[in-house]
């Protein structure tokens, strides 16, 4: 019963995010919303079923994964995102997968969390890029510095669940 619900709640949310996603461009940017010139996170935890929203704007991360909207980190972790970001997404001069290895025999099927960078300019989506974290079909051996970009986010969304428990 609880594959179900997971099942469910999983294809809800990835038909509910890409209905939303093609029609944020149509929208005038909100005032307090994403800002022009900024960088959204997105991570989609798999195990928890709940997406975690970030904005990165001039030196500051915002928290907009809850009804209220927070400034998380300092400065120096700002600049640390934005150095993997610009590694993996805007310039693409490091690779995020090493290998991929295809798996013999059983396949493990299941539903894998998910990192989204979208890239805005005066309020529109400018640039997406999409990282799904793990395959049915293959092994993914991941660079080491993109695992590192991954457990800082993970540290926010840890952080965010840690104040809200």
């Known amino acids: 019963m609880r594959g179900l619900l997971i099942i469910f709640f ?9 209905f939303c996603e093609s029609k944020i461009q149509e929208l005038p940017p909100n005032k307090g919303e994403i800002k022009s010139d900024s960088i959204q996170i997105k991570y989609w935890d798999a195990n928890k079923v709940f997406e975690y929203k970030f904005s990165i704007v001039n030196d500051s991360i915002y928290n907009h994964s809850l009804k209220e909207k927070s400034t998380l980190i300092n400065k120096i972790k700002v600049e640390k995102i934005k150095k993997y970001i610009n590694m993996f997404f805007e310039s693409k001069n490091k690779q995020i997968e090493l290998d991929r290895i295809k798996n013999k025999g059983f396949l ?16 529109c989506i400018v640039q997406k890029e999409v990282v799904i974290l793990g395959s049915d079909t293959h092994k993914i051996i991941y660079s080491s510095e993109f695992m590192n970009f991954l457990k800082i986010i993970r540290n926010l969304c840890e952080s965010i669940d840690s104040k809200h428990l």
């Not at 493990?108 to 309020?123: H, P």
């Open 108 to 123: 493990d099927i299941g539903t894998y969390s998910e990192l989204k960078i979208l890239f805005f300019v005066n309020g």
């Open 10 to 18: 999983t294809f809800l949310y990835q038909f509910n995010i890409e």
